[in-house]
């Protein structure tokens, strides 16, 4: 009998850097702070992925999150913010589920299903979440730009309501 290899598993390790790429982009076209902070960020999801570390995927998705943030600050359209935003918590769903999968069955267990539909419903909820909030952002407000930071805060919100279930 082998041991485990009590690592992060790979579909959502690779799902994880897809989204923090996308998150990681948008931050970048918004502005140069915003791409610094959001380079540190996944390089910190990055870390936190090979050490097995999810306090460090936490910091690291924060940073992503407040660089889309900063950025959409200096002018990047909504939209933009709303994909940078619901990528960067989808990015950290999925490496927070990668390492969790890997410290309790091991990188060996045949996990593709599981890890597919995680994938599949993290996707889901985000865009969901996504679409109510700029929903209310065109049809709620007047192009107010607090009004488009309070909806992307309420949206967060019940994504990651949404996530914790």
Known sequence: MTALTRRPTTISTVAAAAATIVALLTAVIGSIEGGVLAVFG???????????????????????????????????????VVVGTIAAIVAWDLATNAIELGIQLG?????????????????????????????????????????????????????LSGLRR
Do not use: K, M, W
């Open 42 to 80: 996944a390089s910190l999801i990055a870390v936190g992925l090979f050490r097995s570390t999810g306090r460090v995927v936490d910091i690291g998705a924060g940073s992503i999150f407040v660089a889309v943030v900063v950025a959409g600050v200096q002018g990047l359209s909504t939209e933009l």
């Open 107 to 159: 990188r060996e267990a045949q996990t593709t299903r599981l890890e597919s539909v995680h994938v599949i419903a993290s996707v889901t909820v985000g865009v969901s979440a996504a679409t109510v909030g700029y929903g209310a952002f065109v049809f709620g407000s007047e192009g107010q730009p607090v009004g488009a930071i309070v909806l992307l805060v309420l949206a967060v919100l019940f994504l």
